[in-house]
């Protein structure tokens, strides 16, 4: 099913390295976009956005940037949910990678 596990498990990860990144940069987007208006200080630019976005899709938020307006509290409960899958995925890689190597030494 796998083949060896270092060719296909190495590139899934590959692949969602990359869209991690591009889900890292969206995130970046969205956030600019609901709260540079509110808070023109705080979210100044996209790359200053990417920060946010960080600590948003890897944990609950660092707490020192926060949106204040509804579309943008909305859109990092969306964030935070994409989030979750993000750690997920990989999880679920490399757990069937493991089982799959483990089978093969058993047989």
């Known amino acids: 099913m796998w083949g060896s596990p270092d060719g296909y498990v190495k590139e899934e990860l ?6 991690s990144l591009i889900i890292l940069f969206l995130a970046s987007v969205g956030i600019y976009h609901f709260e ?3 808070q023109p200080e705080v979210f100044t630019t996209i790359f200053d956005c990417l920060w946010w976005a ?3 899709l890897t944990t609950v938020g660092y707490g020192d940037i926060y949106p204040i307006t509804l579309g ?10 994409v989030g979750l899958g993000m750690i997920a995925v990989p999880t679920g890689i490399i757990a069937t990678a493991l089982s799959s190597v483990r ?3 058993n047989k």
């Open 36 to 38: 540079h208006a509110a």
């Open 14 to 19: 590959v692949v969602f390295s990359i869209a």
């Open 72 to 81: 943008g509290k909305l859109f990092t409960f969306l964030v935070l949910m």
């Open 54 to 56: 960080a600590a948003t």
């Open 103 to 105: 089978q093969s030494e």
